[in-house]
């Protein structure tokens, strides 16, 4: 029988994964990875195909002292009430965080979830994003940081 973990411990988990993580996982090929082996925790949310999904996002952001580009991959997992009701969703973010030099101006923005009930695996899905024209453009950028944080919406 496997060990299902509070949704409330997700936070706490992944930054523990980012604590054994090589210094290659800094990058977006390592952010995947990160993303994989955050994935293989199990937590205690409800049978249902749309509680436990990820989100992949990038773009250029407004909301740091330094122009910004960020390349984030979210598990969203759904918090119930003690009467087993929908109360919230959290979104764990593994965000990379680079500098907004000008190939990256261009590049816009873009934003796509994966959901169990999808027709790809979710592995089929991070090996896509894998393959992305975003990875090979960022491939040979520095991150100024990758941070792992929590949001609830």
Request: hydrophobic share 45%; glycine share 8%.
């Amino acid at each position: 029988m496997s060990h299902k973990w509070p949704v409330e411990s997700a936070l706490d988990l992944a930054t523990a994964l980012l604590g054994e993580a090589p210094l290659a996982d800094f990058h977006p090929s390592g952010l995947i990875a990160l993303v994989r082996r955050f994935s293989e925790i199990e937590f205690d949310v409800p049978n249902l195909p749309d509680v436990d999904g990820y989100l992949l996002q990038y773009g250029k952001v407004g909301w740091f002292s330094e122009p910004t580009f960020v390349l984030s991959l979210a598990r969203q997992l759904e918090l119930v009430g003690p009467a087993g009701e929908h109360d919230a969703y959290i979104q764990v973010q593994f965000e990379l965080r680079l500098p907004l030099v000008d190939d990256l101006k261009a590049v816009g923005s873009y934003s796509e979830w994966w959901f169990p009930g999808d027709e790809k695996l979710f592995d089929v899905w991070l090996e896509s994003i894998g393959r992305a024209p975003i990875m090979g453009i960022l491939a040979d950028k520095v991150p100024r940081e990758l941070e792992i944080w929590q949001d609830q919406v």
